[in-house]
């Protein structure tokens, strides 16, 4: 079983999705975030309908929904829907879409790394709630062997997931009365935000007409920021994902190996989405899934019409005095990792990474 070493302290869219502008690239080359079409909304998979459409949810969230997990068809990713009221473009009755996926994705982050939440483990098997057996987060509501029973989501997550969505749509709202378009870059999301975290590294779609595809891009980015020397040791690694103009967010925690995406968007039958996998177990499979379920568009796309973006974050600072973060070091690496000379190319390995993988798979069939 999954269980934690020890506790630490401490889319291609219609012109009239975009307000006005049909541009997809700022002026400084990078991708900017946009609302999804009634078209592509309608790609997206739906998947499990939740039980609880029909649930209040309140700002504050004064009545946390139990989210339940399930495991995919071959049990390697394990997955929860939220209501559909617990959205991006739904959350606190709002009545018009929202376009702050990037900003959305980026303050979860911040709550995540603030908080010290710790990522649900699944091996394929068994599950375990690590935040809740490291903080007692939840255990007054529902009993952990319940928790584990039911592979309920930990309960903080979906908090903060609420509150990410409330002000990264609060953020957009406000800017967008200083600015002629709705969408969003991941620098512009990050200034938002106050610039708590930086951008170790970036990395968008060969620009070459390579037949690099979306799998390929995905899986082997991911898998050289985790295996990276200068990554070992990083208790948690922050990814923000872009595919086809939305921005996901995709957590890795180091002493579970567990990898996480957590996706802010209404989705066909549902609302906001949360999957996890083991890295070294499942990480293939983990990013075939999320493009099936996440991005289908972007498994039809040719490699230099993918829109895809994927940037690593850091945490800048500063800490509050009520934050509690798994990695306290992360501060101490803050003040060389601003020096944009210093930050390590977590990306480097990508075409190693790819090659291999695309050899195996040819040794295989």
Request: proline share 4%; hydrophobic share 40%.
């Amino acid at each position: 079983m999954c269980v934690p070493k020890a506790r630490t302290s401490g889319r291609r869219t219609t012109d009239s999705d975009a307000a006005g502008s049909n541009r997809i690239e700022s002026d400084d080359g990078r991708l900017l975030s946009r609302r999804v079409s009634g078209a592509s909304l309608s790609t997206l998979s739906s998947g499990y309908e939740s039980d609880y459409n029909n649930n209040e949810v309140t700002v504050g969230l004064r009545c946390v929904p139990l989210i339940p997990g399930f495991p995919d068809s071959d049990d390697n990713v394990l997955m929860w829907h939220f209501p559909r009221r617990i959205s991006q473009t739904r959350l606190s009755k709002r009545k018009r879409p929202s376009s702050a996926c990037s900003l959305i994705a980026a303050a979860l982050a911040e709550y995540i790394y603030r908080r010290g939440i710790r990522m649900p483990c699944w091996d394929g098997q068994q599950y375990a709630d690590v935040d809740a057996i490291l903080s007692n987060a939840g255990c007054h509501t529902v009993a952990l062997n319940d928790r584990t029973t039911q592979k309920l989501l930990p309960e903080r997550i979906v908090i903060a997931m609420v509150d990410a969505i409330l002000e990264g749509n609060a953020l957009a709202d406000k800017a967008m009365v200083h600015r002629t378009s709705d969408l969003f870059t991941v620098p512009n999301a990050l200034q938002l935000l106050g610039n708590k975290f930086g951008e170790v590294s970036f990395v968008n779609a060969p620009k070459s007409k390579s037949s690099t595809d979306a799998f390929i891009l995905m899986y082997a980015h991911l898998k050289s920021a985790i295996e990276h020397p200068e990554t070992y040791s990083w208790k948690q690694l922050f990814f923000l994902l872009m595919f086809v103009e939305r921005c996901v967010l995709v957590v890795y925690q180091r002493d579970v190996d567990s990898i996480v995406i957590l996706d802010s968007h209404t989705h066909h039958t549902f609302g906001a989405f949360v999957a996890t996998a083991n890295a070294s177990k499942s990480l293939d499979r983990f990013c075939i899934y999320v493009l099936q379920k996440f991005y289908p568009e972007a498994l039809l796309n040719k490699s230099n019409d993918l829109r895809f973006e994927m940037s690593m974050l850091y945490f800048k600072g500063p800490l509050k005095d009520v934050d509690t973060p798994i990695d306290v070091d992360a501060m101490h690496r803050a003040k060389s990792l601003n020096k944009p000379c210093a930050r390590p190319k977590v990306f480097e390995d990508f075409e190693r990474i790819a090659l291999e993988y695309t050899r195996r798979q040819n040794a295989q069939d």
